[in-house]
């Protein structure tokens, strides 16, 4: 009987090592946990912590709608609306992994104010005040995207339209850019996306210095036993291939989580109109507060020029 105990342990201990490879990338137990003030660690985020405290003060005083809908697989997500003026164009606009709609946009959100852009923040799936619990890197995020899409389009009709998303939230909008998509959807604005879910995760392995080539095909199985989705499903690449709308890529130089050359390999492989810009010095997520001049400029030049949007300059603060 003894040498029936060996294949089970080992059957326990890749068990165990499957449902760990699921839990810390995708799992996000319930009720989700938001600190808005949640400020990443790292030399780089330290030394803007006060520009981005004050950015996050700032929106979280902003009067919002809290709006709610129900995702094409029926998980609940919602939302915070700000407007700033009737029949203004709407930015809808998606935040990262384990992040929030506040912090991540803490800056985004400004600019797209005084742009004259009322706006739509989702938790994404998995987050803040939305349901689930499995995080899929913008794989059924995409869809989630489209979900909110289709709202506006009801709420606000021949409103033009613009994604946009940090991180994660970047990798979901121009994946869900590959969809197809309403005419009111004008253009996505990316901001630090990866090119592919099983990349950045394979790179966050070699990060840890655990070999990819190991702990990857875990990775696979748990996504598929306990999120009951397939990580290889699709990636950016394949899906911006399939992009009918003008895409602004922005992204640090000093990104230490996502390299800048993924978003050059997206723009590589985007057949639409398409700017992207890169800034000295910023870590992952934090370019507009890196450089809150030459962001916005080029998110401007990107609405006049590819988007044919034409910039009503609202003053920040206001709802």
Request: charged share 15%; proline share 17%; hydrophobic share 50%.
């Given at each position: 009987m003894l040498w029936l105990l060996v294949p089970a342990a080992l059957v326990l201990v890749l068990a165990a090592l499957t449902y760990i490879a699921y839990r810390i990338p995708f799992y996000s137990p319930l009720p989700h946990k938001e600190n808005i003030y949640d400020i990443p660690p790292g030399a780089h985020y330290a030394s803007k912590t006060g520009e981005m405290v004050a950015l996050?003060?700032?929106?979280?005083?902003v009067p919002c709608e809290e709006v709610d809908i129900i995702s094409y697989d029926g998980t609940p997500l919602s939302a915070r609306y700000y407007h700033v003026a009737d029949g203004a164009p709407l930015q809808i606009q998606f935040h990262g992994w384990h992040g929030s709609a506040i912090r991540d946009f803490c800056g985004g959100n400004k600019l797209a104010r005084e742009c004259g852009f009322n706006t739509i923040v989702p938790d994404q799936r998995a987050h803040g005040k939305?349901?689930?619990r499995t995080i899929t890197f913008g794989l059924r995020e995409r869809f989630d995207c489209l979900a909110w899409i289709d709202y506006a389009c009801q709420r606000f009709p021949d409103t033009p339209i613009v994604l946009a998303g940090v991180s994660m939230g970047a990798s979901t909008v121009?994946?869900?850019?590959?969809?197809?998509?309403?005419?009111a959807v004008k253009g996505v604005i990316a901001d630090c996306p990866f090119s592919s879910p099983a990349g950045i995760i394979k790179k966050v392995c070699r990060d840890a210095h655990i070999?990819?080539?190991v702990m990857f095909p875990f990775v696979r199985l748990g996504?598929?036993?306990?999120?009951?989705?397939h990580i290889d499903e699709t990636d950016v690449i394949k899906e911006i291939k399939k992009a009918t709308v003008p895409v602004l890529l922005l992204h640090g130089e000093a990104d230490g989580f996502v390299p800048c050359d993924m978003s050059r390999e997206i723009f590589d492989a985007c057949p639409t109109p398409k700017m992207r810009l890169t800034f000295p010095g910023a870590d992952h997520g934090i370019s507009y507060i890196q450089d809150p001049e030459g962001y916005a400029r080029a998110v401007e030049r990107f609405l006049d020029e590819m988007v044919d949007i034409k910039i009503q300059a609202q003053p920040a603060g206001r709802a």
């Open positions: 996050i003060r700032e929106i979280a005083a939305s349901g689930g121009l994946m869900a850019a590959g969809q197809p998509l309403p005419p070999p990819p080539a996504a598929r036993l306990f999120g009951r989705f």
